[in-house]
């Protein structure tokens, strides 16, 4: 059965930092994908990473804040939060899918969600 299990989400003030971590059970994927949801708002895609290489993509107003990583071998993928913004304030998750197809979706496999705060 797979799993895909966030943690590392929080209250932070703006400015800070959080690491979020997806760790995968059951297999590994192609790709990994992290995708946030705030109130009243559509899921938007966040940033991703190819199992296979360095290849990776971000939402250009995450672009140099954020990153996205792996360690192969405790199949987990990571994604740290640097100069946090109130805007950033989401659910944010964890998704995995076995295609070579686009970075950006689609995921077929997601995790719970982990919910990130940014105070002013």
Excluded: H
């Amino acid at each position: 059965q797979v799993q895909l299990v966030e943690s590392g989400g929080g209250l932070v003030q703006a400015g800070g930092s959080l690491r979020l971590s997806c760790a995968a059970s059951g297999r590994t994927f192609i790709k990994y994908g992290w995708f946030r949801q705030a109130p009243g708002k559509e899921r938007e895609f966040v940033a991703a990473i190819r199992w296979s290489g360095d290849t990776t993509y971000y939402l250009d107003s995450v672009k140099g804040r954020f990153t996205i990583s792996k360690d192969n071998a405790k199949i987990t993928v990571y994604l740290q939060m640097n100069s946090l913004k109130p805007e950033d304030t989401a659910v944010y998750y964890c998704a995995a899918d076995r295609s070579v197809w686009s970075l950006y979706g689609p995921y077929e496999y997601w995790g719970q969600g982990t919910q990130v705060t940014v105070s002013t």
